[in-house]
């Protein structure tokens, strides 16, 4: 699972060929290997989704990015499908309005508002498609984990995999093995940081950071003394190679800093350019 | 010794042949998972310690053979006797003397060993005139029951591998896909997808690396075919998967067996070793130049993972989750390279289809299912087991004709087909022709091929809720749908069966039921408000007795329901006494026995044993009109 092969076949850069089809009525073009989903937020068509995210392989887990699609030759029968994961296709007609796709995208959202009913993002793409309150069970434990998967999948992306989904059904949830501290776990944030409704806990403290029920020793920007990443992290992204070990020294506010002091010197020492001036 | 040749395989079936032929006298003992549970193995023992006790008295070329599933597991353990073809059921170790010398030796029948006809009272001692054996017709299943699957040469000298022969030798991969066109084979997973277009849509694909994988995963609750065809006939599954992969062009396959199958493992992974020994499997494929091996992988108890996508990340070594399928698997299958997946039957099929010819295979069958399909008949039926039939057979010739009819003889209600995600079929639709088309118009459908007959002791809000509890269980979580969906259906069936449904139930039901078909992501969620919806759509009657009227018409919901016993009937036998498991009636013998309801918790285990129907249920509320708490 290479980066470069997903983001090919994701952002639609493989080949080239632009592909036109037509969403809500709107027509757009698209390369060959973009999904449903990017033509229609390229034609300023709103479409609500929950799991996706443009860095990482498409999941298919929230369901609400349901749209219809036909062609002409089809005669009028269409296929529903989800936007993220069904590839654009030349000619292609999507509706991300149709009555089976409202209703639908209804009932998914009733059935997340009855596992999250205290979940804001929840409430309010809820709210917006006309559920004030779960016309289910509302969950007695209430959780502001929609199940996603970002966390995980960002995880796995990074080659990392210290958490995962675990258990079946309504009992599936993220979890490090065996609900403890996770051995591969880097602290790195990326799981807390890309979660959408922000359920992942952390603390990070005067010289060390606890995530997942386990504790990181901090990396101190040499500069300026704040502890800006865990040591685990510079450990495992310098041990992989592309990144010395040196680019963790400063952290990235005094990096900042030190690129502009570097512009300002190039700057002055070349005629016709004055900088803040 | 590798074959290398055609002349080599035609002397490799000669002499397996004359083997066979030289062993005129054999003991077939059934060794399937059903026979097995029921003493069968020690029966072999018996039988085969017996001959060799008596020695030179037995008729020389007397074989004891172990063979796989008969199918008529309901009367295990069976013994066959051939070449006269007498079938004893429920044989006992210590029926084996007699059998060797009344049988065996003298040449005569046991009488009270002889399957009895339920329906008209007499013996049958010939295995093909019992009627659950005379209205098959077996193809998948041919060799199942007459071959040892232990013995890749008794499975040759039956025909195996005559089909991968004629395919290799004398036909080119195109022609090989035409002849299953022809044949108009369609996946016996389920779903019916036809075969031919799968195999040329992989054909097709790019890329030199392609799989064929067979999905062994059967695991909807009563099914059991696929496990069988493993068991008893190997070899039908490898020599089919072999023409699979030389029609596609892959070098590489899969066997993914379910870990609860572990008889299937151990048969499979002896007849892949026999077959590579052979030269029927591996480098040079009988001399061809043709590479292909199969490897067994074991899954690890998901029900999910009998979904194609999701077996293939099993496989992959991932999580078994399933995911879109919007680039086909033969373009994008097994580690993203094309990859034709097919069910066990589908595989078992080929290389008859190959031997035989696609037009005989298309003589069977209705106009767009052709051939026969598997089918595991279980539930309140006489004669369950696992039987073969051409499609198109009514549910009446299945039920009645093969299975014997209703046990107790007691009211059909309902007939359950194609598993957890099938459907429910009421008596009036008993005269469908059984194929994918009509099931699917019926509400229910093919799927795995189980057959679970309800008699009128069944709720069918109660089916409906079992149902909804083994696939909430199952359910992988992944989409909101099925997993949030699942939950809160069976929420409310849990309310409907205790008495607590409201009014509108039913039209949530509905909607919820709409909001998975259209919404999950994969099959399993997709379907799951099948059993719901088709008993909504022919027993909504009782699903209004039950919110409207709090009452269960089946009598069998125990928080709807009292029991009661009628005193012009009850003979005083004291079963129904013996029987309570909490107590809760008292009587004497020859005397009137009376259910207190203050301790009684509505099983019904009374009502089941009462020799005289003298027990009667009726809805618990009117227990309050009575007067008791």
């Known amino acids: 699972m290479s980066l470069g092969k997903e983001m090919g076949t994701q952002a639609g850069e493989k080949g080239g060929r632009m592909l036109s089809l037509s969403v809500d009525g709107k027509s757009v073009q698209v390369r060959e290997g973009a999904f449903v989903l990017e033509a229609a937020r390229a034609a300023g068509v709103e479409i609500p989704t929950l799991c996706h995210h443009p860095a990482l392989e498409p999941y298919g887990g929230c369901r609400l990015c349901l749209v219809d699609v036909t062609r002409p030759e089809w005669g009028g029968w269409c296929k529903l499908v989800i936007a ?173 800093k030190e690129m502009a002091a570097t512009f300002v010197k190039l700057s002055r020492g070349a005629a016709g350019f004055s900088v803040g001036a | 010794m590798r074959i290398e040749s055609e002349q080599a395989f035609q002397r490799f079936v000669a002499q397996a042949r ?24 020690k029966v072999a023992e018996a039988l085969a310690a017996e001959l060799a006790k008596r020695g030179s008295d037995v008729p020389v070329a007397t074989f004891t053979k172990r063979t796989g599933c008969h199918g008529f597991c309901e009367r295990g353990p069976l013994v066959v006797l051939q070449p006269q073809g007498v ?35 007499q013996r049958i001692p010939g295995y093909a005139e019992v009627p659950f054996y005379q209205r098959q017709t077996r193809v998948a299943m041919r060799n199942i029951g007459r071959i040892d699957p232990a013995d890749i040469e008794d499975a040759v000298a039956h025909g195996a591998y005559a089909g991968l022969a004629k395919a290799l030798f004398t036909m080119t991969p195109e022609q090989v896909i035409e002849e299953i066109e022809v044949a108009g084979l369609r996946g016996r997973g389920g779903a019916g997808f036809p075969t031919a277009r799968k195999w040329r849509s992989c054909r097709a694909a790019t890329g030199d690396r392609k799989f064929v994988v067979c ?46 199958y572990p008889l299937a493992v151990v048969h499979l992974t002896l007849a892949l070793e026999q077959a590579r020994a052979r030269g029927l499997l591996g480098a040079n494929i009988l001399g061809t130049g043709f590479d292909f091996d199969i490897r067994i992988s074991r899954g690890g108890g998901a029900f999910v993972c009998g979904e194609s996508s999701a077996l293939m990340r099993s496989l992959e070594g991932k999580v078994g989750e399933p995911r879109a399928k919007y680039v086909h698997a033969t373009e994008r299958g097994l580690f993203d390279l ?10 078992a099929d080929v290389g008859a289809i190959l031997a035989r010819g696609g037009a005989w295979f298309a003589s069977m069958g209705t106009a767009k299912s052709k051939g026969t399909k598997a089918f595991s008949l279980v539930g309140k039926v006489k004669n369950t087991g696992l039987i073969e039939l051409p499609m198109g057979t009514t549910l009446r010739e299945i039920i009645y004709g093969i299975g014997g009819g209703v046990l107790g003889d ?14 429910c079929v009421p008596e009036s639709l008993l005269d469908l ?29 109660e089916v409906a809720r079992y149902f909804l509890q083994f696939l909430t269980e199952e359910s992988c979580g992944k989409c909101i749908p099925c997993r949030e969906g699942l939950h809160q259906m069976l929420a409310i069936f849990e309310d409907l069966v205790a008495g607590r449904g409201k009014s509108g139930d039913i039209e949530k039901i509905e909607r919820l039921a709409r909001g998975m078909q259209l919404g999950s992501l994969c099959e399993l969620g997709k379907s799951a408000p099948n059993p719901v919806l088709s008993t909504l759509r022919y027993f909504r009657s009782e699903y209004e007795a039950h919110i409207e009227r709090r009452a269960c018409p089946a009598g069998i919901c125990r928080e709807l329901t009292a029991y009661e016993i009628v005193e012009t009937a009850c003979n005083g036998c004291h079963a129904c006494f013996k029987v309570c498991p909490v107590g809760a009636i008292t009587g004497k013998i020859k005397e009137l026995h009376v259910i207190h309801h203050d301790t009684c918790i509505s099983c019904g285990a009374c009502f089941d044993v009462c020799p005289t129907q003298a027990i009667r249920t009726f809805p618990k509320k009117e227990l309050a009109e009575r007067g008791v708490a």
């Open chain 1, 84 to 256: 993220c994961q069904f590839p654009a296709e030349e000619g292609l007609l999507v509706h991300t309005a149709t009555e089976r796709v409202v209703e639908t995208r209804r009932v998914v959202l009733d059935l997340l508002l009855a596992r999250c009913p205290e979940t804001p993002l929840v409430q309010e793409l809820a709210r917006r498609h006309g559920i004030e309150q779960t016309s289910y069970v509302a969950n007695p434990e209430p959780t502001d984990c929609i199940l996603c998967a970002l966390c995980t999948r960002v995880c796995d992306h990074l080659g990392i995999s210290a958490i995962a989904t675990v258990n079946r059904g309504i009992g599936r949830e993220v979890a490090p093995p065996w609900g403890e501290a996770p051995p591969d776990c880097i602290g790195c944030l990326a799981c807390a940081e890309i979660c959408p409704t922000s359920c992942i806990p952390y603390e990070t403290s005067e010289g060390s950071r606890t995530i997942w029920g386990k504790t990181f020793e901090m990396l101190r920007c040499t500069r300026c003394g704040r502890a800006h990443v865990t040591v685990a992290e510079a450990d495992f992204f310098a041990g992989r190679g592309g990144v010395p070990r040196s680019y963790f020294e400063l952290c990235d506010a005094c990096k900042r």
């Open chain 2, 18 to 41: 004359k083997r066979s032929s030289a062993r005129s006298r054999e003991v077939l003992v059934c060794c399937g998972t059903g026979c097995l549970a029921n003493g069968s193995a």
């Open chain 2, 87 to 121: 079938l004893y059921t429920r044989v006992k170790p210590r029926d084996a003397a007699e059998i060797v010398e009344k049988s065996v030796i003298g040449g005569e029948v046991i009488s009270r060993l002889v399957y009895k006809d339920p329906a008209s009272g």
């Open chain 2, 215 to 260: 999905n062994g995963d059967e695991g909807d609750p009563g099914a059991f075919k696929d496990r069988s065809i493993m068991e008893g006939d190997p070899h039908s599954v490898i020599e089919g998967m072999v023409i699979g992969a030389y029609a596609v062009g892959a070098h590489e396959g899969f066997i993914y067996v379910r870990d609860e």
């Open chain 2, 338 to 347: 094309p990859t034709v997946l097919n069910n066990v039957e589908t595989w």
């Open chain 2, 410 to 423: 007691r009211p059909f209600k309902a007939v359950q087909t194609g598993g957890p995600s099938g459907g």
């Open chain 2, 433 to 461: 022709p059984v194929d994918y088309e009509k099931l699917t118009e019926a509400g229910s459908m093919m799927g795995s091929g189980g057959m679970i007959v309800m008699d009128d002791r069944t709720c069918m809000v």
